[in-house]
C-alpha cells in the first residue's frame, strides 16, 4: 500500500468515529430534550389535576392514574349535562306544542278557551283545556304517571289522535323525561 491509501484510510477512519459521536451526540441530546419535554408536560398535568393537600411528591404512573380517573369524571358531568340540555329541549318543545294548542294553533279544531271551555290544571301542572260541564255529563280526568313507559309505547301514546280515543275522551297531554313518563286523559261520560 502506497502513502495515499494509507492516508486515505486514516481519513475515513477518523470521519467514521467523528459520525459515530456525533450520531452519539445527537441521541443522547434528544434523549435529555426528551426527558426535558416529558418533566414539563408532567408540571402541566400536575396543574390541570386535583391532586390533594397530603400530596407533595408525585410518581409518573400516580400522576398519569390521577389524569386517567380526572378525564372519566369530567366525561361523565358532560355525560349527564348533555343528557340534561336535551331533557330540557324535549321539554321546552312540548311546552312550546301545548301553548301552541292553547292559542289554537293546533290545526285550528280547538278554539280559544273562553269559548266553551274553560282551563284547569293537572297534578304535574300542565294547563289543560276541557268542554264546559253539562248537566248530563261527567267528567273524570286520569291522570297517569309511570316509569314503565317504554319509547315505543310512550311514541304510540303521543301520536294517538281523537279519532283513536272514544268520542267523549281525549288524549290532553304526554310528556317524557328519560324513561319517566306522564300522561293525562279526560274521559266523560253521558248519563
Not at 45 to 74: M, N, V
Not at 114 to 142: A, F
Not at 152 to 166: M, N
Amino acid at each position: 500500500m502506497n502513502s495515499v491509501d494509507v492516508c486515505f484510510l486514516e481519513l475515513i477512519t477518523q470521519l467514521t468515529v467523528f459520525l459515530i459521536v456525533t450520531h452519539c451526540l445527537f441521541v443522547c441530546l434528544f434523549v435529555c430534550f426528551e426527558r426535558a419535554h416529558l418533566r414539563l408536560c408532567l408540571e402541566r398535568l400536575k396543574a390541570l389535576i386535583p391532586l390533594g393537600p397530603d400530596c407533595t411528591r408525585h410518581t409518573t404512573l400516580g400522576l398519569l392514574t390521577k389524569a386517567k380517573a380526572h378525564i372519566k369524571k369530567l366525561e361523565d358531568a358532560d355525560r349527564k349535562s348533555q343528557n340534561q340540555l336535551q331533557s330540557l329541549e324535549r321539554e321546552q318543545r312540548h311546552l312550546q306544542l301545548q301553548l301552541e294548542l292553547l292559542r289554537g294553533g293546533g290545526g285550528g279544531a280547538q278554539s280559544n278557551p273562553g269559548e266553551g271551555e274553560r282551563m284547569r290544571m293537572n297534578s304535574v301542572g300542565s294547563t289543560l283545556c276541557s268542554d264546559r260541564s253539562d248537566s248530563d255529563q261527567e267528567e273524570i280526568e286520569v291522570d297517569v304517571e309511570s316509569t314503565e313507559f317504554s319509547h315505543g309505547e310512550l311514541d304510540s301514546v303521543s301520536t294517538a289522535s281523537t279519532s283513536d280515543l272514544d268520542d267523549h275522551s281525549s288524549l290532553q297531554s304526554t310528556a317524557s323525561d328519560e324513561g319517566y313518563s306522564s300522561c293525562s286523559v279526560k274521559l266523560a261520560f253521558s248519563s
